[in-house]
Nanobody, 119 residues
Framework: QVQLVESGGGLVQAGGSLRLSCVAS????????MGWYRQALGNERELVAT???????VYADSVKGRFTISMNNTKNTVYLQMNSLKPEDTGVYYCKSDITQRGYTFRYWGQGTQVTVSL
């Protein structure tokens, strides 16, 4: 079994910054990708950013230039540095990871961490 534990959410004023972290633990052979999704109240869950173990990153257009995703392979940890935050960035941020175990790839999700950006 694998657990993803997020941290770093909170309340911040518009223009401020937050750094999210997500640690994967458990029976892990290798991590293929890790990433962040978010869900605002009443909306679908949407991609924020993902990164492969090789360092290739993909960002949603709405966060390009403001957010940076990074990964520490030795610590099985992914980070999301969020700068110039806007009220529309408010939502629950979920960590996601595609992990290889016993020759198969499984997708895991964290419990989510709330990010609230006030005017």
């Amino acid at each position: 079994q694998v657990q993803l534990v997020e941290s770093g959410g909170g309340l911040v004023q518009a223009g401020g910054s937050l750094r999210l972290s997500c640690v994967a633990s458990g029976s892990i052979f290798s991590i293929n990708t890790m990433g962040w999704y978010r869900q605002a109240l009443g909306n679908e869950r949407e991609l924020v950013a993902t990164i492969t173990s090789g360092g290739s990153a993909v960002y949603a257009d709405s966060v390009k230039g403001r957010f940076t995703i990074s990964m520490n392979n030795t610590k099985n940890t992914v980070y999301l540095q969020m700068n110039s935050l806007k009220p529309e960035d408010t939502g629950v941020y979920y960590c996601k990871s595609d992990i290889t175990q016993r020759g198969y790839t499984f997708r895991y999700w964290g419990q989510g961490t709330q990010v609230t950006v006030s005017l």
